[in-house]
């Protein structure tokens, strides 16, 4: 079956701390691998993708993540983190010509304590 | 560009009532969906469209309806609304191809009582 697994559901942080949630999937075949992230009371924005090439890969406001094909995992960090980083992260998957079908994990939130 | 226009923004329905949540893309996007959003749940695929008249069922369809005539709309229907279906509702649309990305509606926020 086609899913995806976000380890933490909740995670307490103070300002300047490292971030690392953690993403695993499971989908036959190839695949195309999201970040999402939702501030309080807003819509879904796209943090960071990867299609192919280089598994590390760069996101907006310095959030980063690794994918790794053994492991079936895509975990997105930050080395230091903002209050403003308070939000509900996303991990999400498709296949190669799915664009409109993407599986969701159940999200993380993230609160940064000042 | 307006991209992904969802309406209305809130909206509280009786049990039994029915209605159309109305999804709009400007950006000539073949695929268009419909996800819920739950708490703990993440977001769950409703039903998808991957173009004009072609319409197929993701992992949650009961209870919800739609239709794809043009491009640029894929209202989502219910039919006989349920408290269960109390849910905040986001649209997405994306383009053809091997790899690419979603685009999000604003989302409606439902409230079956």
């Known amino acids: 079956a086609q899913s995806v697994s976000q380890h933490n559901h909740h995670v307490i942080l103070s300002e300047a701390a490292s971030l690392e949630l953690g993403c695993n999937y499971s989908y036959g075949g190839t695949v195309n691998l999201f970040w999402y992230v939702q501030y309080p009371g807003q819509h879904l924005q796209l943090l960071l993708k990867y299609f192919s090439g280089d598994p590390l890969v760069k996101g907006i406001k310095g959030f980063e993540a690794e994918f790794i094909k053994s492991k079936f995992s895509f975990n997105l960090r930050k080395p230091s983190v903002q209050w403003s980083d308070t939000a509900e992260y996303f991990c999400?998957?498709?296949?190669?010509?799915?664009?409109?079908?993407?599986?969701f994990g159940q999200g993380t939130e993230l609160s940064v304590k000042p | 560009n307006a991209g992904v226009t969802q309406t209305p923004k809130f909206q509280v329905l009786k049990t039994g009532q029915s209605m159309t949540l109305q999804c709009a893309q400007d950006?000539?996007?073949?695929?268009m969906s419909w996800y819920r959003q739950d708490p703990g749940m993440g977001l769950r695929l409703i039903h998808y469209s991957v173009g004009a008249g072609i319409t197929d069922q993701g992992e949650v369809p009961n209870g919800y309806n739609v239709s794809r005539s043009t491009t640029e709309d894929f209202p989502l229907r219910l039919l006989s609304a349920a408290p269960s279906q109390t849910s905040v509702y986001f649209c997405?649309?994306?383009?053809?191809?091997?790899?690419?990305?979603?685009?999000f509606g604003q989302g409606t926020r439902l409230t079956v009582v």
């Open positions: 950006m000539n996007h073949e695929y």
């Open positions: 997405a649309s994306s383009s053809t191809g091997e790899s690419t990305e979603a685009f």
């Open positions: 999400a998957v498709n296949g190669y010509n799915q664009g409109g079908k993407l599986i």
